[in-house]
């Protein structure tokens, strides 16, 4: 082992979260600006990971930190370590929770952490296919959707099961991202909306569909740069998400003060049940706007995502 270190992004659903469990696509884009670096390095002694989601020995993990520790441990096993050892230090700057694929980019970051440790060539297939491990471990039925925007370097078109494809943006406009600052649990919501579709096909069904529509339209608005259209999918995908139960009072207030201060369009992104929105701004003055009333209203952190910076670099 030799020290190395993985870097990923936290990841902005645009349109699409839920349906895509159920094989419509969704639009999603990595924020480098906001990034998460896993180091690993060998030790004299002990097994330790240093972290703001866990600190101390692999042994010994909190059961939040459970399926993070069953990828370390399968990854030191494939690598033939298993008692090698070694301090994992986990620097992140996105919030745990709110929908900005934290566990997603831990593991992407372990993942090429580890395989830089051991000077082993890394797939990109390679790769989530560990992530889908401790994924599946903490989120029960994910679509890969967030390991694979967490790990991607643009914009991407992404359907269950089939390869990435990179999307074009358009050449203006930007997004607000705003933390509510409420905890959300993916794997609840996730099931929270199996349950609705189990009991209820036909009332809930057509909110899947609706969504996938949304998002194709959304597509399409991007390729042509028509903001107006981007957002009016976006309102469209937030109504059949609050119908499937995973808005909350506070993710409908920003919402709303997006939409009342000049937003195109606004929704929640990720899971939802808490943690982030994102509202879209004509430009960057009327970002500016709409974040500060945010703020104001009472959201914990917000964050800007410029189409026309194509990297939006740290
Ligand atoms: C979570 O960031 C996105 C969801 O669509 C779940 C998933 O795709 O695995 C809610």
Known sequence: MQTATGISYAKIILIGEHAVVYGQPAIALPVPSVRLVATLAPAASGQMIESSFYHGALAAVTPAFAG????????????????APFTLTIASMLPAERGMGSSAACSVAIIRAFYGAFAAPLTQTTLLNWASLSEKAI????????????????PQWFVRGEQLQPIAFPSRGVLVI???GVKGQTGQAVAAVATLLKQNPAQYGPLIEQIGAATRLAATALGEDDLLALGQQMTVAQQALAQLGVSSSQLNQLIEIANAHGALGAKLTGSGQGGCMIALAANPAA???????????????????????KENPA
């Open 287 to 309: 970002a500016a706007t709409i974040a500060a009333a945010l703020t104001e209203a009472g959201a914990t952190a917000t964050w800007q995502y410029d189409f026309a910076q």
């Open 139 to 154: 989120h029960g039925n994910p679509s890969g959707l967030d390991a694979a925007t967490v790990s991607a370097d643009r």
């Open 178 to 180: 705003a933390d509510t």
């Open 68 to 83: 993070i520790a069953k990828l370390i441990k399968a990854l030191l096993a494939h690598f033939d370590a298993s008692a």
